[in-house]
């Protein structure tokens, strides 16, 4: 176990995704989306959202329908909010944490606050783990719960009960490494994967030229099924082409390669960041 507040508990946990990892996933068409539905399933898993997130989905999603489309966004939000009520578990937001949130507002954002609220009501309501997924760096200190938050847990909850509710700040990156079988793969392979085609059409939109300079760090697959997942961070040369050229900038990518295996190929690219880095610095 390499996180003391994450219990090594792989069956029947409830798994709560935030805002930014349930645009990350595709849902609900997104293969990465698609893997997590399917293994969860396969472990006992109950996917779950905050009401809460729920309402910023379909809040960004009726802005998205509103540029790009001629289709009601009324019936839009209306098709959205079935799926998600069809592919997962909404934990309702409890009565009277509006007025606490606002309370509370000078230490942490009222947004957040109902979240957090909505995931100690839901987990006292069961008896089970409780993962919530989430970039959001507003609840973590390293890699647990920031430790006001986990304080409030143990007070409400009781110091060995509160252990259950864990944040994975990594998200799908941490259940690869879970759910995952590891696969060795070259580094010539690896290169080829991080460097190609589809994964320069992801990353390069409104930046010109994209040339892929390097992986950094270390890189590992695995597998899923009849897929490879393949999470890594690599750097791009951006505006030349040559090693020296003066006119060239850096950018540094991570990302979530899904990968075929026979034959090896990108079948699909999710970008998790993307940050500038100054001309020929390593990162």
């Known amino acids: 176990m390499t996180n003391p507040y994450l219990p090594?508990?792989?069956?029947?946990?409830?798994?709560?995704?935030?805002?930014?990892?349930?645009?990350?996933?595709?849902?609900?068409?997104?293969?990465?989306?698609?893997?997590?539905?399917?293994?969860?399933?396969?472990?006992?898993?109950?996917?779950?959202?905050?009401?809460?997130?729920?309402?910023?989905?379909?809040?960004?999603?009726?802005?998205?329908?509103?540029?790009?489309?001629?289709?009601?966004?009324?019936?839009?939000?209306?098709?959205?909010?079935?799926?998600?009520?069809?592919?997962f578990t909404i934990l309702p937001t409890p009565v009277g944490v509006a007025d606490v949130a606002v309370a509370r507002v000078a230490d942490r954002p009222v947004r957040d606050t109902v979240v957090w609220l909505t995931l100690l009501d839901a987990f006292e309501a069961r008896d089970r783990m409780l993962w919530f997924l989430s970039g959001n760096r507003g609840f973590a200190e390293g890699s647990a719960f920031h430790p006001d938050l986990r304080a409030e847990a143990e007070l409400r909850l009781g110091a060995e009960r509160s252990l259950f509710l864990g944040l994975l700040k990594d998200g799908f990156l941490t259940l690869l490494k879970r759910w995952g079988t590891r696969v060795p793969l070259g580094a010539h392979d690896l290169n080829c994967l991080m460097g190609s085609d589809p994964v320069v059409r992801q990353v390069r939109p409104n930046t010109g030229h994209l040339a892929f300079a390097s992986r950094l760090g270390l890189t590992r697959a695995y597998r899923i099924g009849d897929r490879l997942w393949v999470p890594g961070r690599i750097r791009w040369r951006v505006g030349g082409e040559e090693p020296t050229s003066s006119n060239s900038s850096f950018l540094v990518t991570r990302v979530l390669l899904e990968v075929g295996v026979e034959p090896l190929v990108v079948r699909g690219v999710t970008v998790l960041d993307v940050s500038a880095v100054e001309p020929n610095v390593e990162t």
């Open 8 to 87: 090594d508990t792989d069956r029947g946990a409830l798994i709560v995704l935030d805002t930014d990892q349930l645009e990350l996933s595709g849902f609900p068409d997104g293969e990465l989306f698609r893997m997590l539905h399917t293994t969860a399933g396969q472990r006992g898993h109950t996917l779950a959202i905050p009401q809460t997130v729920a309402e910023e989905h379909l809040s960004q999603h009726r802005v998205e329908v509103q540029r790009s489309t001629k289709r009601s966004p009324e019936e839009a939000v209306q098709h959205r909010r079935e799926a998600l009520h069809s592919w």
